[in-house]
């Protein structure tokens, strides 16, 4: 059967946010990205000023240009929120994944959704990953940013990740076994890849 469902998870730099939105264009689906976390914010009853303030939280002048790569993950938002605030912001990130995958025809970009929505037939989890020091180059050149700062960035991302599926979903981040898809950017290229996940999600 088709996968009507594509959760994208990545290393950072991997260029997920890139993957995902050109393979969405490519099967004709949906893209759930930034206004996922908005919603998650009006269901906590804060404003989307302080949702996208979430995630940028903590970070540098040249930290927050990196923005722009890969928004709304919800790892960088928890450290920010309240100790009361931030088992309700887990399920709320829960239910909203949910509600947007009951609508199918999309994809669905982090979050956690790979974990959220586990080993169902109409789910495709694809993780993309490429060596560290392809993504820091990548990351470095795509914001005309010095390579300590993008260095600084991968580490912080990649094990505020790895905490987040633990801790969250008791998920070990990039585990193959939780994944039906494992694609690496670095030798296949975005395109490539966005080709790839479409045909598997097709097959």
């Not at 930290?63 to 709320?92: C, K």
């Not at 970009?109 to 790979?114: C, K, S, T, V």
């Amino acid at each position: 059967m088709a996968r009507t469902i594509v959760t994208v998870s990545n290393e950072y730099g991997a260029g997920g946010t890139a993957v995902g939105n050109r393979a969405a264009r490519l099967l004709g689906y949906e893209v759930v990205d930034e206004q996922l976390p908005f919603v998650v914010a009006q269901r906590l009853e804060i404003s989307q000023q302080d949702a996208e303030a979430a995630e940028d939280t903590r970070r540098s002048v040249g930290e927050r240009m990196l923005a722009g790569l890969e928004r709304g993950t919800p790892e960088l938002a928890i450290p920010s929120l309240s100790a009361a605030l931030e088992e309700r912001y887990v399920m709320e990130v829960r239910n909203a994944v949910l509600e947007y995958a009951a609508r199918g025809r999309v994809v669905i970009l982090g979050r956690g959704a790979g974990a959220i929505l586990g080993k169902r037939p109409d789910v495709l989890r694809v993780f993309l990953h490429a060596p560290k020091a392809w993504r820091i180059e990548y990351v470095a050149q795509l914001h005309a940013i010095d390579r300590k700062t993008a260095t600084d960035e991968v580490e912080r991302v990649d094990a505020a990740r790895r905490a987040y599926l633990r801790d969250a979903y008791k998920v070990a981040f990039g585990d193959p076994n939780e994944y039906d898809l494992g694609l690496d950017t670095a030798q296949l290229g975005h395109e490539l890849c966005a080709a790839l996940i479409c045909q598997a999600a097709n097959a």
